[in-house]
């Protein structure tokens, strides 16, 4: 396994080990000692999975209170995934990063407590499945605007994305609630 850091504290880059033949691939997607070693000593206690459609953008997700830090990977498929940092004592305050993962690179993001979250589909359809840190609040979820210009996220989409209406609802990083801490746990 290859673990890279990131411009964005917290947020790694994985490449675990896959072992190819004629017969197709295997992989861990998680083995908790393996991962500590690497230095990510999170605890997960909710795992999720999604389906969506070409032309499908979910996020820019976080919760305010409860911040989750997600382990995320694509099953079948290809995504670009994208992560900003909302924490406001971080250098990173504001810059996103973006990363495109699939079932062919079978690459892992593990986006940090205190960032918003997000992917567009790119492939067909795409299963994105996730371990997360805290549980599930709605109550505290947030959506951050996926097009703010003064983020300037590189989409590499040409048609308009196919969006639930609170993404299409979401607000820009001027008006967003932010974190006012930065979370050392990973």
């Known amino acids: 396994m290859n673990v890279e850091t990131t411009a964005i504290p917290g947020l790694l880059l994985i490449q675990p080990k896959v072992f190819r033949d004629p017969r197709g691939f295997f992989l861990e997607t998680f083995q908790r000692q393996r991962y500590r070693e690497a230095g990510l000593?999170?605890?997960f206690v909710q795992d999720n999975y999604s389906r969506s459609s070409k032309g499908i953008l979910r996020g820019l997700h976080y919760q305010l209170q409860h911040p989750q830090g997600k382990l995320?990977?694509?099953?079948s498929?290809?995504?670009?995934d994208?992560?900003?940092d909302l924490r406001k004592t971080s250098p990173a305050f504001g810059r996103w990063l973006g990363f495109e993962l699939s079932d062919e690179n079978?690459?892992?993001l593990f986006v940090p407590p205190?960032?918003?979250h997000g992917f567009c589909v790119l492939s067909e359809s795409a299963d994105f499945s996730y371990k997360c840190t805290d549980y599930y609040f709605p109550e505290h979820e947030r959506s951050l605007l996926w097009n703010d210009p003064q983020i300037g996220i590189e989409w590499p989409i040409t048609d308009e994305p196919i969006l639930s209406n609170k993404d299409r609802n979401g607000v820009p990083l001027e008006r967003a609630e932010v974190y006012e801490f930065v979370p050392n746990d990973q």
């Open 114 to 116: 205190g960032c918003a």
């Open 41 to 43: 000593t999170a605890d």
């Open 82 to 84: 994208v992560v900003v």
């Open 106 to 108: 079978c690459r892992q």
């Open 72 to 75: 995320v990977q694509v099953l």
């Open 77 to 80: 498929g290809k995504v670009f």
